[in-house]
């Protein structure tokens, strides 16, 4: 809050002062103009600036680490730009010091410095996808690396992710600690059944407490076999390499809620948070990550995307084992999809289950994966993009490891401010050139040009449509309709199921042989209040459906579903609905306002539907909870809210924070659901008694209950919702609107 504070002074010497103030004001006006002015630059270069590392290899694939900077020419988008920094492979000589707090201030392109340059090194093992049979290969390689590759110029952290990040050491150049780091990990698969997010809280805590105690470091106390210049190096950056093992966590925590939706892969996140709490260190940045892989939806595109951008921006490559090492082509037992994808959209299958999204993925993302190595899709896109490599099919993974320690030490660092300044979100082609003949130059293709600080990629598309979210709310072509049920989640979060129908005759479907294709984008954000984007929504879908499958959708809504993961606090919801073939445009904005969460008897949002489907188990595939889901059936909410007067309407919500009955050490609460149709009882109250808690992911009761609609008249009908404590005599209302189609 801005506070404007007035004072009064004696009359005496009034003019004099005011004179003496004027030239005073002036020059200060002056200083601080020429102040704000560098300031404006400084960020103006901060956010051209960019940064990418090269390889050089020769006719017969060996690395060339002796060239210069005056040897290299960078093009953007075809136009020359400008090196201005410049930093040879380790080991090296030749390197422009690195720039000063001035970033206008010119850099000396060649200029050596004899300082040894940073290598940051993390070690990141997936225990989410890795079986624990294969964490023994991956072991055994990482130990060889470690013991073998790693230098005492070298620093390097040890990252686990199970359902959270966790980190096994921090940044050290102490060979004993990363060992004992890695046999810890060993566990990482068998507690990812059982890891909560709170450990990320409790490092962050453990972090904080150690930095406030860290000292000098005694030359005695440093790791044996360490050179003096290396323990020269570690008493200068024992603090800085505890910060930024600190500021990983912290960016993990900030980043997997903003990246957040429900069953986002937690190794996005991790990823994006060690590359953003990289940004602004100088040096050869490389992240190793060991996973089986794992299938991404649509809706997590953009994830995968964000962590590319982040990882450009902090120039750290990506480089990925595959810790199966030598598989055959069946698929993984932690896949999350099941062995024949196609069979669930083959017309046995009901449309629900083909459509809707489950755990953040839907059978269409299995199909476009199909007779792929699908698992392996978003490592190829990870790696490449970020200027490292995917290795997979070895049962020795210390060869691979061994292949990228030489990669690391052979990269190039150059660095340019873009000629052109105009950071819109859409993307640039890099190319690097080198005068020397018959040389081969490896390095990243492009980059998505966002703004500094942006965390959520949208593309000029993207944001072409959300810049008339209005007008296609206010003339839409395409009926839309959406719907979000606010549930508590784990600790102190909610989970927003966010659901959309579209009628199947509102957008053209594409004949082509004997299928039906239907494409269409769903492109929504989740801004802040007031209006920063901190999550993008939804993907693109290009759906092939059979005679039989498209007959079925026919009789049903196109139906999408995603979950939003987001702490209390006022949200803006934006979705954009387009139909591909016909360029029909629908949109809703949607305001969501999550309380803070307490222990008062409270409700969730109430979900309205006519589908039930039981839940279908896939053999291997991990446990996933859905708010949806209740005694092995699960349900489909109906944003349409149009039922016909054949369907059963199903009512289902939670209630939290019930009292306990003394004597039975339960929670008694009186459910008493009936229906109105113009202000009239359409029905007699139906009471339904509560008293069986379900522990998680928050502890609640659950109100899953159907009503048959035979008989009921077409037309306008509110179902009311008494829900009353026994214990405390505490009531909650709740109304909900729906149709009776003819």
């Not at 002015?37 to 060339?64: A, M, N």
């Not at 459509?355 to 994966?369: K, M, P, S």
């Not at 222990?599 to 188990?617: C, D, N, T, W």
Request: overall charge neutral.
């Amino acid at each position: 809050m801005l506070q404007l504070r007035l004072s009064r002074r004696p009359l005496v010497g009034l003019f004099l002062m005011l004179a003496m103030s004027l030239q005073t004001a002036q020059a200060q006006s002056q200083k601080d103009k020429e102040g704000q002015k560098k300031q404006d630059e400084t960020v103006r270069l901060e956010t051209r600036l960019v940064t990418t590392d090269v390889i050089v290899k020769d006719k017969k694939g060996k690395y060339v680490t002796d060239l210069k900077a005056e040897d290299f020419s960078v093009f953007e988008n075809g136009v020359a730009q400008k090196v201005e920094f410049f930093e040879p492979p380790l080991g090296a000589g030749g390197a422009s010091p690195p720039k000063s707090a001035d970033p206008a201030a010119p850099a000396t392109q060649g200029a050596t410095s004899h300082e040894p340059r940073a290598n940051l090194i993390s070690l990141v093992l997936d225990g989410a996808t890795t079986d624990l049979g294969n964490f023994k290969q991956v072991r055994e390689g990482t130990l060889k690396y470690i013991q073998e590759r790693i230098t005492d110029t070298d620093t390097v952290a040890v990252f686990g992710i199970a359902n959270d990040l966790q980190l096994l050491q921090s940044f050290t150049h102490d060979k004993s600690k990363l060992i004992a780091a890695v046999e810890k990990a060993a566990t990482l698969p068998a507690s990812n059944k059982n890891t909560e997010r709170g450990q990320v809280t409790e490092a962050i805590a453990g972090k904080n407490a150690e930095l406030s105690s860290l000292g000098e470091i005694n030359p005695s106390q440093a790791p044996s076999g360490s050179s003096a210049g290396a323990v020269a190096a570690a008493q200068g950056s024992a603090a800085q390499q505890a910060a930024i093992a600190n500021r990983v966590l912290q960016q993990f925590k900030l980043l997997r809620s903003q990246l957040s939706v429900q069953q986002a892969r937690p190794v996005l996140a991790a990823l994006a948070a060690i590359c953003a709490s990289q940004r602004g260190i100088s040096g050869k940045k490389t992240i190793v990550l060991f996973s089986q892989g794992f299938i991404t939806s649509a809706t997590l595109d953009w994830q995968a995307q964000s962590v590319i951008d982040l990882a450009h921006r902090a120039n750290v490559a990506i480089y990925i084992i595959d810790s199966a090492g030598l598989r055959t082509s069946s698929p993984l037992s932690t896949s999350p999809v099941p062995d024949a994808p196609l069979t669930s959209v083959s017309g046995l299958a009901n449309k629900e289950d083909r459509i809707r999204a489950v755990g953040g993925e839907n059978v269409f993302d299995n199909v476009r994966h199909e007779g792929q190595n699908r698992e392996y899709d978003i490592l190829y896109r990870i790696s490449g993009d970020t200027g490292g490599e995917f290795i997979k099919g070895a049962n020795d993974l210390s060869k691979g490891l061994d292949r990228i320690d030489q990669e690391i030490r052979s990269r190039y660092t150059l660095a340019y401010y873009s000629a052109d300044a105009n950071f819109d979100g859409g993307y640039r082609k890099l190319k690097v050139e080198v005068r020397r003949p018959d040389l081969q130059v490896v390095s990243r293709s492009g980059f998505y040009a966002n703004a500094a600080d942006a965390v959520v990629s949208l593309s000029p598309d993207d944001k072409k449509l959300l810049a008339h979210l209005a007008e296609a709310e206010a003339h839409p072509v395409l009926p839309l309709f959406v719907e979000l049920s606010p549930f508590r989640f784990k600790g102190e979060t909610y989970i927003v199921p966010l659901s959309l129908e579209v009628p199947p005759s509102a957008v053209k479907f594409d004949h082509k042989g004997d299928k039906q294709i239907v494409q269409f984008d769903v492109v929504g954000v989740i801004r802040e209040s007031p209006g920063k984007i901190i999550a993008r929504l939804g993907g693109g879908f290009n759906i092939p459906l059979t005679a039989e499958q498209y007959e079925s959708i026919q009789q049903n809504n196109i139906f999408f579903r995603q979950d939003m993961e987001l702490p209390p606090g006022a949200y803006n919801i934006e979705i954009v609905f387009r139909d591909r073939q016909s360029g029909k445009i629908a949109a809703k904005k949607r305001e969501l306002v999550l309380p803070a969460l307490n222990s008062e008897f409270s409700m969730s949002g109430v979900a309205l539907s006519r589908f039930v489907e039981p839940i279908k188990k896939t053999p291997g595939a991990p446990e996933t909870a859905d708010v949806f889901s209740q005694g092995g059936i699960r349900i489909r909410p109906s944003p349409s809210r149009e039922f016909r007067a054949t369907d059963n309407l199903v009512v289902l919500f939670e209630l939290y924070n019930a009292s306990v009955n003394a004597e039975t050490g339960k929670p008694m609460v009186w459910v008493t659901l009936k229906l109105m149709k113009d202000d009239q009882a359409a029905t007699k109250p139906m009471d339904y008694l509560l008293t069986e808690t379900l522990a998680t992911p928050s502890p609640h009761l659950t109100f899953a209950k159907y009503i048959k609609l035979a008989g009921l008249q077409a037309g306008k009908y509110v179902a009311i919702i008494e829900a009353r404590d026994r214990v405390t005599q505490k009531l909650l209302t709740q109304q909900e609107s729906f149709v009776i189609a003819p």
